[in-house]
């Protein structure tokens, strides 16, 4: 399974970069935010016990020692839609609180 997720997830960022490519003649950014742990009901599907253990372990493998907030993601989306952010383009910015430098 993980398998297939690395390889959807390489694809995706692969499209980004050839989308931003191909349309950035005509103003058109495309970016992509990589989030990581962030506080949702993507892992409810576990039991309570198996869910606080697995978030402890995860949450030691972050600089930043806390599992993220939506709104903490949308903040970085609401930003990449706006004028700042207008010379961004075929990026792929990390909203994991530091997991990819571990």
Do not use: C, H
Request: hydrophobic fraction near 45%; avoid cysteine.
């Amino acid at each position: 399974m993980t398998s297939l997720y690395s390889a959807a997830k390489g694809a995706l960022l692969s499209i980004v970069r050839t989308w931003a490519s191909e349309l950035g003649p005509k103003g058109i950014r495309v970016n992509s935010l990589v989030p990581g742990p962030i506080a949702t009901e993507f892992r409810d599907f576990m039991q309570a016990d198996e869910r606080t253990e697995f978030e402890a372990g995860l949450v030691n493998s972050l600089a930043l020692r806390r599992i993220g907030t939506a709104e903490e993601a949308a903040a970085v989306a609401i930003f990449l839609l706006s004028k700042d952010a207008s010379y961004i383009t075929g990026s792929q910015i990390a909203v994991d609180g530091g997991l990819v430098m571990r």
